[in-house]
């Protein structure tokens, strides 16, 4: 069974910076694309990031583009979400997924996900 912990939130300033780590476990991590969520109260899950399964395209929202990075290391089963520039608007609960079938490409829509973590809460303050 394919598991997703998210850890990294926390309480940061306007203008400051967080760095979000999801490790995975069940299968083999390569061979699968990552991506990041996140969804505010009374909000739908929105697409922030993506990175393919061989971290060579990395693809974002454009309400991150130049703000935040997605990496992976492959040989720690880890995909990270580096924030900088963080705005209150930034604020939400942030979730790490990804798909079940192997070399699968990116897509934008939440539930072409197959597996998630439980979430990582950003909380920017003005």
């Known amino acids: 069974q394919v598991q997703l912990v998210e850890s990294g939130g926390g309480l940061v300033q306007a203008g400051g910076s967080l760095r979000l780590s999801c490790a995975a476990s069940?299968?083999?991590?390569?061979?699968?694309?990552m991506a990041w969520f996140r969804q505010s109260p009374g909000k739908v899950r929105e697409y922030v990031a993506a990175?393919?399964?061989?971290?060579?395209?990395?693809y974002y929202a454009d309400s991150v583009k130049g703000r935040f990075t997605v990496s992976r290391d492959n040989a720690k089963n880890t995909v990270y979400l580096q924030m900088n520039s963080l705005k209150p608007e930034d604020t939400a609960v942030y979730y790490c997924?990804?798909?079940?079938?192997?070399?699968?490409?990116?897509?934008?829509?939440?539930?072409?996900?197959?597996?998630w973590g439980q979430g990582t809460q950003v909380t920017v303050s003005s």
């Open positions: 997924t990804t798909r079940a079938k192997a070399y699968s490409g990116i897509t934008y829509a939440p539930d072409e996900y197959d597996y």
């Open positions: 069940g299968r083999t991590f390569s061979g699968y694309p």
């Open positions: 990175i393919t399964w061989n971290g060579g395209s990395t």
